[in-house]
């Protein structure tokens, strides 16, 4: 009679395939000091008594937990999830990350930490105890908080950063400023001149290469950026700060740039109260392009930020490194795109 699933451990492989356990959870991690013969024989056996591998078995060929750890920002999480705004940073995280790990019989598991908690280092060595994880990704601004980095760096935990500085640990970033550049490019294209820009939360590092990018750019070109960029803080009542001003000048912005989606959406709000036709009197670029820009009117075009594919890049290289494998230069850079839609018009040409 056929075993249940069930009922089938390791153990049962390893009799049934006349091998060690060890050899067993060799084949289940795929590592590769293992000879094919070896291999075929072991998956047969998994084959035939339907055995399902679980985290214990893993662990059995050394000391890896055979778990990556994902951190994000509690409170601005928790924030869009309450708020339902069609932000899918966790999608596209969750989607790049676990397709990832599993290829290689690992494990996602999220977290939300409060980078600005006093909390913030007990929190995490609670995590770290409970999982024993072979490897952690900052999301920003974690890769920023040296208590976070500090305490990886003293439980010798691998750790990549995304959107952070490269002083300690592995790091990828999307190539912000490139990324504002080419925003920046595509609307002198079109010929605009008087081009603004609204500039994120300093907490975050990549505001600063946005901004550096559209600078650079806008330099390049012989623009002036006089008066042409505000802060916001990522949020669309920062954006309708940032827009009013930027609007309210007797020599206003033909197009801008806004540095996430919500403060994009909100320069679009205020444009249409101010009676400005978008993209005909003004046109605009956002940054993300989460699914909510498609459905603004008219919707936005925006720079693609390939979050799947970079949380999938930051899998790779924590496992590289626990398999003491060569790792690429850093920073890594997985750099994104411009989506055109309709927000964007050329400049109309002085009667």
Known sequence: MARRRQSVTIKHVAADAGVSLQTVSRVINNEAN??????????????????????AAQRMSGSRSYIILALNDRERTIEDWRARE?????????LGGMLKCAEYGYRLLFELVDT?????????????????????????????????????????????????R???????????????RMATDYLVEKGHTRIGFIAGSREYIISQWRKDGWLAAMEAHGLDTEGLCERGDFSFASGE??????????????????????????????????GLVVPDDLSIISFDNTPVVRFVRPPLTAIDQPIAETV??????LIKT????ELPPMPVVVEGGLVERESVAPLPKPA
């Open 34 to 55: 293992v000879r094919p013969e070896m291999k075929e024989r072991v998956q047969a056996s998994i084959d035939k008594l339907g055995y399902v591998p679980s985290i």
């Open 86 to 94: 069609g932000s899918d940073w966790i999608d596209q995280m969750l």
């Open 116 to 164: 600005h908690s006093d909390h913030v280092e007990r929190e995490l060595k609670g995590a770290i105890a409970a999982l024993q994880p072979d490897g952690v990704i900052l999301t920003p601004p974690h890769g920023e908080n040296k208590l976070i980095t500090g305490l990886l760096d003293k439980h010798k935990i691998p750790y990549v950063k995304i959107g952070a």
């Open 166 to 180: 490269l002083n300690g640990g592995l790091a990828i970033t999307m190539g912000d400023d490139q990324l504002a």
């Open 241 to 274: 700060q940032s827009a009013r001003i930027l609007l309210g000048q007797a020599d206003r912005p033909t197009a801008i740039i806004a540095s996430n989606d919500q403060m994009a959406m909100a320069t679009n709000t205020v444009a249409h109260e101010m």
């Open 312 to 317: 999938s890049r930051a899998v790779e290289l």
């Open 322 to 325: 626990q398999r003491g494998e």
